[in-house]
């Protein structure tokens, strides 16, 4: 009886030496914020938020979902997605990002701006705040109750 082999045999080329290996991209970003430049390597599908922060970059930001509007910045040159944020079409024209949900596509330089210098202005942050009140005393009554009933150890895992 003869056996036979398929001639479909799985193989496994060698890694591409190292010259030859695709990196995924990334994007140069020179963030200036209260008056520094700090030059960002941005992998593709990061936030620039996520990278700054992860370089001890001390932001302002709250939600990182872009609803909040608390990280906004003006992109002074390139290109970002932020198909994900809450900003209206008119003000993502005029260059206008929010940096947890904004992913370069391009090298860029963005400049963080101040509170009092968001075209929207103050009274969307208020309307936000006031909007987040009743979540941020459920969760804080969610807290208690996990405390209460399991122990302050385990509000350390969250």
């Given at each position: 009886?003869?056996?036979w082999?398929?001639s479909a ?22 963030l ?7 030059v960002?390597e ?9 990278v ?12 990182k979902?872009g ?6 910045a ?8 932020q198909?994900g ?7 993502t024209e005029?260059g ?7 992913q ?8 963080t701006?101040?509170?009092a ?22 969760d ?19």
């Amino acid at each position: 009886m003869q056996l036979w082999r398929s001639s479909a045999v799985a193989s496994r080329a060698p890694p591409a030496p190292a010259h030859r290996r695709v990196r995924a991209a990334a994007f140069k970003v020179e963030l200036t914020h209260e008056g520094k430049t700090h030059v960002l390597e941005v992998p593709q599908g990061s936030s620039i938020l996520e990278v700054a922060l992860d370089k001890g970059l001390d932001l302002p930001h709250d939600c990182k979902l872009g609803v909040c509007m608390t990280c906004p910045a003006k992109l002074v040159k390139g290109t970002v997605d932020q198909s994900g944020c809450m900003l209206s079409d008119d003000i993502t024209e005029k260059g206008y990002a929010l940096l947890c949900v904004a992913q370069p596509t391009s090298d860029c330089k963005i400049q963080t701006i101040s509170e009092a210098c968001r075209p929207w202005g103050r009274q969307r942050a208020v309307a936000v705040q006031r909007e987040r009140a009743p979540l941020a005393a459920h969760d804080r009554t969610v807290e208690q109750h996990v405390t209460a009933s399991y122990g302050e150890e385990s509000l350390k895992g969250a």
